[in-house]
């Protein structure tokens, strides 16, 4: 299997980099073949715009017409075609980052915005189940700072399904299964001492281990479940006929 390894972290010897080095070894050591994109060590420009394209139709940047209008001539931002050349090569794309402010770090979030390119990687009818990745699989690596309670449904940090769903949401748009998340909670630091360094390398050394322990059987797990085309009417909601975990929710 290939996989690829996304991580979004400016700090070679934080959590989310011993995590990601965790799997690396692990994966490798399955006799799998690993990649990793260091998006802030190669420099990714995470903002999208004109200055990025060789030629504008009529000097208005149209986003989607450029992205469309440059796949077609292969004539993408170098990056950008690079990211693209690893995501075909992967089987299993697997994210590493921290939340940050409830979300990804700004600098995948921009990742999505540029390298999902538009003609090149979704269209109205190359979607969800349509999608252009289909068949190949995702998976968020997260690093949290609360505890696991306060990120229940009813926790002071939120729900982490309803954090983590437009990052879901948008893997399975263009067509990936995505798998249940590896979550890191109670991770603190970034230059404040929230945690004594004794107490934190013990629980790096848990995450790792609960790591290790997951990454030796992912291709045995089922994904999370989505509704598709033929769940839906034309107005895009979901049928009477649906089957029931859709209409439960």
């Known amino acids: 299997m290939n996989v690829l390894i996304v991580l979004a972290h400016p700090e070679t010897r934080s959590f ?7 799997a690396v070894a692990r994966l490798e050591s399955a006799g799998h073949a690993v990649a990793v994109s260091d998006l802030y060590a190669e420099g990714f420009d995470p903002v999208e715009r004109a ?13 989607l017409d450029a992205q469309r209008d440059h796949a077609k001539r292969q004539t993408l931002p170098e990056e950008v075609a690079r990211e693209l050349d690893r995501l075909e090569w992967a089987d299993l ?7 940050w402010w409830h979300a990804q770090p700004a600098i995948l ?7 999902m390119v538009y003609g090149g990687r979704y269209s109205s009818r190359m979607r969800y189940d349509n999608g252009y990745f289909k068949g190949k699989r995702a998976l968020l690596s997260v690093t949290a700072g609360s505890p696991r309670q306060a ?14 769903w437009p990052i879901h949401a948008s893997l399975y748009y263009v067509g990936f299964e995505v798998l249940a998340p590896q ?6 630091g970034g230059g404040i001492e929230y945690q004594k360094q004794e107490a934190l ?4 050394a848990d995450c790792k281990r609960h790591w290790v322990e997951r990454l030796g059987h992912l291709e045995s797990e089922d994904p999370i479940p989505f509704a598709g ?3 839906w009417d034309e107005a895009g909601v979901l049928r009477e006929t649906a089957p029931l975990r859709w209409r439960l929710g």
Do not use: C
């Not at 794309?93 to 939340?99: E, G, N, S, T």
């Not at 979030?109 to 390298?115: A, E, H, L, N, Q």
């Not at 979550?183 to 603190?188: H, R």
């Not at 390398?201 to 790096?204: N, P, Q, R």
């Open 183 to 188: 979550v890191s909670y109670g991770v603190q």
């Open 51 to 63: 200055s990025h394209y060789v030629d504008i139709d009529d000097g208005v940047f149209k986003l």
């Open 109 to 115: 979030k921009g990742w999505f915005d540029r390298v």
């Open 16 to 22: 989310n980099a011993a995590l990601m080095k965790t």
């Open 229 to 231: 085309w033929q769940d």
């Open 93 to 99: 794309v697997i994210f590493q980052f921290p939340l």
């Open 201 to 204: 390398e013990a629980h790096l």
């Open 151 to 164: 990120f229940q449904p009813f926790g002071r940090a939120g729900d982490m399904a309803a954090w983590l």
